[in-house]
């Protein structure tokens, strides 16, 4: 089993390595795109059951969060991370 998202999200430096070897995740490994967004997308979904938060919840976030950005893909991301953790929530 993996760590959870959020570990290799917090391990940015050597500030956590002694915390990031307990944990299992390598210093730096999200810091990098495309590594780093594929990570928060997936965080965002299963926040988002985890909050109860339905498909349709999580497309008017989006849309009403930040008005006027561009979200298209981002959403898409985290809603296919949605589909995948749904039954595991």
Do not use: C
Not at 58 to 75: C, I, K, Q, S
């Amino acid at each position: 089993m993996r760590p959870p998202v959020e570990s290799a999200l917090a391990a940015v430096d050597e500030r956590y390595a002694t915390w990031a070897a307990e944990v299992g995740v390598d210093i730096g490994a999200a810091n990098a795109e495309p590594a780093k967004s594929e990570l928060i997308a997936e965080l965002d979904a299963t926040v988002a059951l985890l909050y109860g938060l339905t498909q349709e919840h999580v497309e008017h976030v989006f849309a009403t969060f930040h008005r006027g950005w561009d979200y298209t893909a981002r959403l898409e991301r985290v809603l296919a991370y949605y589909e995948q953790w749904k039954d595991a929530a």
